[in-house]
């Protein structure tokens, strides 16, 4: 059940050595929250209902929702778990692709059959849709209402916002809570802490139930209760993020268009560049000790995250010199 | 399926207020290793297989064994996982108890009947036999000799040594690696640090494989791999707090009988003591801010981990004071 994820960045460390590397094979951001000053109990004691709840309310005002939500080890933790407590494996799973590879598979993995579509429309009528919006690796995105008129023509639609951070405008999170949609979130993407395992999945109450049910009474971390609190409550923060990323997504942009390249998509996290040859486009990079994303369904397609300090924008701009 | 547990203390803040609580209720041990520093890579990118694999060598170290192993988010997580991987619910499952808790609750989750057994000859025969050894609360030792001839006698022994960092003879782990035996091993209570969430199981191959696969690619978060490798990588920190807790125990153990309590049982990690009247014993401790566990099988026992630093002893001696 080996599947290809960005992050890999020790396989290309061992393969050409070095080790000044700048990973932008994923979509994580590159300039983190700053980890606050934990408390000792953080570390030793088991983690308390009442940290967990701190988080939950945190994540409730940062998402605008009210809707029952369940905090996992990482939106990749609901995405596995998520097919085990919908049970009845051998439905169908209709997934709008491409998209993150691990929806598929952890469907396909628990017994269920998994059609591919790529057009929305599509989506109507299965009995379980999946949605990544934006979309990665493409960023494309659909319209919240879109979605809403969808999910009363499904059985049970899953719309994975691992990326949606920049854009809450973009988020159902502030229209779950009715049966029939579930809403994954990232910690870790946005806030640049994917090291920190934390995600949540909210919307439909019997499915959130389950879900908490299932991940039993210590899901996540102490560090990642207290740390989730502090960096979803920061308001401030995030505003600032958003608006870097806006104005540095232009600027890899006109790099990689400079050097050749046509932009396929993207998010405020990670671009979608088409190239001639995208496994030599990444040699390219790796040459320059730049580790970048392609993948096995795209021979001309080549995602890089946004670099975090000035000195890593500096090594992709000689990197993607004419 | 909320379960009572250990580690409970803002319910007995929250009634009783005060925020000096002495936290006995679990057999956490309370001088923790020291958390080293933390390279920032460990929160920020995706855990590595790298880190990953530094952890499993040193835990392989510690456990004495050689057999397929997987790193959880706590023994928990294995607990919770297991009935999940082995399938065919229906199938019965004998436990050796009174124990924790949370075997027979996630098995019998999981469509399992549970047959709890107090005779280790009960289990023969069984398809699904568990075992803690040590065993919680009553520290009831079973020799790893009874144990390896039980494994050739049920379908799959699973034995839960998450107490037995300080009897390394005890352990099962050098044995294990042939197909029927799954030894789960606990991170936070001998190395005082629950909050981190790391636990192992090791063994059987074909079980082993199918937890890695239903954990999937980043189960453990990033500074609990550093830090696991860290600590159990620690030999001489593990032998001094094996021979601080036993001189350690009979310390605590005068103190409760000398208040008229009867040893019941316990490890290195805890201790259960007979009472009158147990509830009564909790509230009276809770006077002095200091917290205990108490079952609700039982009317006469308590179960006492054993405080920290100089300041808890002396708070607990005052409290048993006649």
Chains 1, 2 share one sequence.
């Not at 080996?2 to 094979?25: E, F, M, N, P, V």
Request: hydrophobic share 50%; with cysteine; net charge negative.
């Amino acid at each position: 059940m080996q599947r290809d994820h960005g992050g890999d960045l020790d396989r290309a460390r061992a393969k050409r050595g070095g080790d000044d590397w700048i990973d932008l094979s994923t979509g994580i951001n590159r300039v983190p929250y700053p980890v606050p000053a934990l408390a000792p109990e953080a570390w030793t004691a088991l983690p308390t209902a009442n940290a967990r709840d701190r988080l939950l309310q945190a994540a409730a005002r940062a998402y605008r929702t009210q809707a029952p939500m369940v905090a996992l080890a990482g939106a990749q933790a609901a995405i596995q778990m998520l097919p085990l407590v919908l049970g009845e494996a051998g439905r169908t799973v209709r997934i709008l692709s491409p998209t993150y590879n691990e929806h598929a598979a952890c469907f396909s993995t628990a017994g269920f059959t998994v059609e591919p579509v790529d057009d929305p429309a599509a989506l109507v009528g299965a009995s379980i849709a999946i949605v990544v919006n934006p979309n990665n690796p493409d960023g494309r995105l659909i319209p919240p209402a879109d979605l809403l008129a969808l999910r009363k023509q499904v059985g049970l639609l899953v719309v994975d916002e691992s990326f949606a951070d920049p854009l809450p405008d973009l988020s159902l999170a502030p229209h779950a809570g009715e049966p029939g949609l579930v809403v994954l979130r990232s910690f870790g993407k946005f806030f640049g802490l994917a090291g920190v395992r934390l995600g949540f999945a909210l919307g439909d109450a019997a499915i959130i139930a389950r879900l908490t049910a299932m991940a039993g009474p210590w899901p996540v971390a102490g560090p990642a209760l207290e740390i989730g609190a502090a960096a979803l409550g920061d308001a401030a923060w995030a505003q600032a993020t958003t608006e870097r990323l806006s104005q540095e997504v232009p600027r890899i942009d006109a790099m990689a268009q400079a050097y050749g390249w046509a932009l396929a998509g993207g998010t405020h996290l990670f671009r979608l560049y088409e190239t001639p040859d995208a496994a030599a486009a990444q040699e390219h990079l790796a040459d320059h000790r730049i580790w970048s994303r392609i993948f096995p369904w795209s021979p001309r397609l080549i995602r890089l995250g946004l670099p975090g300090m000035e000195c890593e924008w500096l090594r992709l701009a000689a990197a993607l010199e004419r």
